[in-house]
């Protein structure tokens, strides 16, 4: 009996302390849930600002005028009087292939053309004699002098005669242009510099053959460029090259001048797309932009790598603020109770379009950003303009002097709402005073 009065008891005791713990657990609960969330931020007021929008693109330093020579006649090359590197002057001869076999056809050409002009002139000669013939058989004929035979023999010979003389000057236009072809061919074994500029590339050498572009690419001989006037080839992604236009100033970085800053205007935006990784996730597409260098250096090189930062739009004096600060949320939607009652198809099918309308762009994503005010976040929605690295352009939602959160990045993007406490920390991550 005395056990079970025992084993009751702890049972009892047990139970109770159950009990106990459970109490203490809610009540640890409902403080917990009664505490006020805090968020510690930094701000920056919102001001007026010069903003300038810029398009960040890389690319390739390259000559404005840049010539890679071909020859266009077969032949080894018996002269070779320039050196990479070297300038040249427009019209300076560069190279100089092997003529004789050009010779050769040039005299051929005009030994025939020659012989066809003989035999034109006694062409000539026959269709006179065959013509006055027929004149005078044609008198003999009015008077009745001659038969219809003589006549039609006298004007067949004529005709015959005049056939055999114009078929012999087309064989004499014939063989000017063959001379013409061979004078040409032999005027291609000598190439001249195009214009004024400076050998970046020599790719043959003296006594080398080379083959002409008549039926294939040929052999590149050389490229010529104008190192006097250059001009930045740069990738603008397909977002940003809508932004680019012509006329645009520019910043351009060459990695080989270090911080140096070389001005630049785009003079050229590319209409058709430079595709890569097509079809993976790492599919870029890029538009080519040229831009004229203002600032030459005579160290600059043909294919430096460079940076550029096209400045597309400035506007003065407008409202900013961090471009960190702006976020985004989904709005909040509540229907109007009211909403559907009474409802009349017909007269409310206009409204019904445009609420439905209304409740599609409430279901994307808004910018927003969050202003304190004695101690708590204030969430305003906002239209933004333009933006630079730092700052962006506040269109509506933000007045001047208004106190923004401008970080930390975590607090913007997801720790703050509308409502929530926050105590403002400064930069260096000091506290500047708590509201409560």
Do not use: W
């Amino acid at each position: 009996m005395a056990k079970r009065n025992n084993t009751k008891k702890k049972k009892i005791l047990i139970f109770g302390f159950l009990a106990l713990l459970l109490i203490a657990v809610v009540v640890v609960v409902v403080i917990n849930s009664n505490k006020e969330k805090v968020v510690a931020v930094q701000v920056e007021k919102a001001a007026r600002r010069t903003i300038t929008q810029v398009v960040s693109a890389t690319g390739t330093i390259n000559p404005v005028d840049q010539v890679i020579l071909r020859p266009e006649v077969n032949g080894e090359i018996v002269k070779l009087p320039v050196e990479e590197g070297d300038f040249v002057k427009k019209g300076q001869l560069l190279v100089r292939i092997k003529p004789d076999i050009y010779i050769a056809q040039k005299k051929r050409a005009q030994a025939t053309l020659d012989a066809a002009k003989a035999q034109l002139k006694v062409r000539n000669a026959t269709l006179d004699q065959v013509k006055a013939e027929y004149k005078r058989v044609q008198g003999l004929y009015s008077k009745g002098l001659a038969s219809d035979a003589e006549i039609e023999k006298a004007k067949a010979g004529y005709l015959q005669s005049e056939g055999g003389y114009e078929a012999q000057k087309s064989a004499v236009m014939q063989a000017e242009e063959s001379l013409k072809e061979a004078e040409e061919n032999l005027a291609k074994t000598e190439i001249d510099a195009p214009f004024d500029g400076t050998i970046t590339a020599l790719n043959v050498e003296l006594s080398e053959r080379v083959l002409g572009s008549s039926f294939s690419q040929g052999t590149h001989l050389m490229t010529i460029a104008d190192l006097t006037n250059m001009e930045a080839t740069v990738d603008v992604d397909e977002n940003d090259v809508v932004l680019v236009a012509l006329g645009d100033s520019a910043d351009i970085n060459i990695d080989a001048f270090g911080d140096r800053i070389f001005r630049g205007v785009v003079t050229q935006i590319g209409n058709s797309a430079a595709t890569t990784g097509a079809g993976s996730q790492e599919e870029v597409v890029n538009f080519k932009v040229k831009i004229k260098l203002l600032d030459l250096d005579k160290e600059l090189r043909p294919g430096m790598s460079c940076d550029a930062e096209i400045k597309t739009k400035t506007k003065q004096n407008v409202i900013s603020v961090p471009i960190q600060s702006v976020t985004t949320r989904m709005p909040s939607f509540n229907r109007n109770p009211k909403e559907g009652r009474n409802f009349n198809p017909k007269m409310r099918q206009g409204a019904m379009k445009k609420r439905q309308k209304a409740n599609q762009r409430e279901k994307k994503p808004q910018e927003v950003v969050f202003l304190v005010k004695d101690g708590t976040a204030k969430m305003r929605r906002v239209k933004t303009g333009i933006s630079d690295d730092s700052y962006i352009e506040i269109i509506r939602g933000v007045k001047v002097g208004d106190q923004v959160v401008s970080g930390p990045y975590r607090a913007i993007s997801k720790e703050l709402d509308d409502g929530v406490k926050v105590i403002i920390q400064k930069q260096n991550g000091n506290f500047k005073g708590r509201k409560k």
